[in-house]
């Protein structure tokens, strides 16, 4: 099995930051793409950020220059740093990786339950 715990999530006046994190457990022998999605009220799940396992990222234009994903692969944890937040940026936030739990195993994705963040004043 393969569980992700998402952490970091809150409530934060616009302009300040935020950091989440998402730990990856269970049985993992290698992960390749580690993402954060979001889901505002009432509209379609989008990818904010992504990061690759050689380090190359992606980021939705909307948060360009202002969030930062990272990972560190000794602890299977992907992050989200997120400054210069918006009220535009409220949304339940999703970690998802897609990962091969034994070497033989084909790659397979896995979602977290989400962290609500709140940017409001």
């Known amino acids: 099995q393969v569980q992700l715990e998402e952490s970091g999530g809150g409530l934060v006046q616009p302009g300040g930051s935020l950091r989440l994190s998402c730990v990856v457990s269970?049985?993992?022998?290698?992960?390749?793409?580690m993402d954060w999605y979001r889901q505002p009220p009432g509209k379609e799940r989008e990818l904010v950020a992504r990061?690759?396992?050689?380090?190359?990222?992606n980021y939705a234009d909307s948060v360009k220059g202002r969030f930062t994903i990272s990972r560190d692969n000794a602890k299977n944890t992907v992050y989200l740093q997120m400054n210069s937040l918006k009220p535009e940026d409220t949304s339940i936030y999703y970690c998802?990786?897609?990962?091969?739990?034994?070497?033989?195993?084909?790659?397979?994705?896995?979602w977290g339950q989400g962290t609500q963040v709140t940017v409001s004043s």
């Open positions: 998802h990786v897609r990962l091969r739990a034994f070497p033989r195993n084909n790659y397979n994705d896995y």
């Open positions: 990061i690759f396992s050689g380090g190359t990222t």
């Open positions: 269970g049985n993992i022998f290698s992960i390749d793409v």
